[in-house]
């Protein structure tokens, strides 16, 4: 089993979008897939239509005593090999119960490696904030994506996540490897072509040497939820997060076979 925690500090670059299309992805290629939304507003439980009232039972549970079973929360969806969890409002409480409640930084990979033979993949969609949520995330990860956008500001967020997953990966004395996905890009832009190629530079092989353009087709995270028509177009996103993922499964296995 591989675990990817899909996380970024800054908001709106694509995180959710980013999960759904790499797991449905991995889902085509034949593997039992696990989404997990880590994220208080809920924007892949809600991409797969499931209502806010009353709250579902979902990655809360997995931080009760005792846990929730990973299995008894995950939910099949109508893509196949696809399943996911769901996220609460009330995650936003972890916060303060962890002052309280010791162990709850593990409490993720606890239960993941009580799940170890379930799903093929585990990704993890993180919540744009750095705190116990993502903390659990990147203790649990064999890999960490961080979605970017291909505009100035955003590099700045991306030097801060870069920083953060060194922190964890020397608190927790073994490799993260780091694949940076430059999203929302617009080659329209002279500031996004200068975007992509200072970060490409900056960050090396570590940067897919491509970009997930902007399309309208898959803006709205509820259509990467939804089984894709027989012989329709994908679209330009989501034709380009298939060759990201690629990259990506490329470079993971190279990882795991210097780990061997």
């Not at 119960?97 to 606890?110: E, I, M, V």
């Not at 903390?135 to 590099?155: F, G, Y």
């Not at 993260?176 to 430059?182: A, D, E, R, T």
Request: charge should be neutral.
């Amino acid at each position: 089993m591989r675990i990817w925690a899909i996380a970024n500090q800054k908001g709106g670059v694509g995180k959710t979008t980013t999960t759904l299309a790499l797991g449905r992805g991995l889902a085509a290629l034949g593997h039992r897939v696990l989404l997990i939304d880590l994220d208080p507003h809920s924007s892949l439980t809600r991409a797969f239509g499931v209502p806010i009232d009353p709250p579902p039972r979902g990655v809360l549970e997995l931080f009760g005593t005792p846990p929730a079973d990973l299995a008894s929360l995950a939910h099949e969806s109508d893509i196949p090999e696809l399943s996911y969890i769901c996220a609460q409002s009330a995650l936003a409480t972890l916060e303060r119960r962890s002052a309280n409640q010791p162990g709850l930084g593990l409490a993720l990979q606890s239960a993941m490696a009580r799940h170890a033979s379930q799903h093929d993949y585990i990704l993890l969609d993180c919540a744009p904030t750095l705190g116990l949520l993502m903390i659990n995330a990147l203790a649990a990860a064999d890999r960490l994506i961080i979605p970017t956008q291909a505009e100035p500001l955003a590099l700045h967020g991306l030097a801060g996540m870069n920083h953060t997953a060194q922190m964890v990966q020397r608190s927790r004395r073994r490799e993260l490897p780091v694949s940076i996905l430059p999203t929302l890009f617009d080659r329209r832009t002279r500031a996004g072509n200068e975007t992509l190629k200072q970060m490409q530079a900056s960050y090396g092989e570590r940067a897919w040497e491509d970009a997930i353009p902007v399309d309208t087709r898959i803006c709205n995270a509820e259509s990467l939820a939804r089984p894709l028509p027989p012989g329709e177009y994908p679209g330009r996103g989501l034709s380009a997060y298939r060759r990201a993922l690629e990259w990506i499964l490329a470079d993971d296995a190279g990882c795991m076979e210097q780990a061997a």
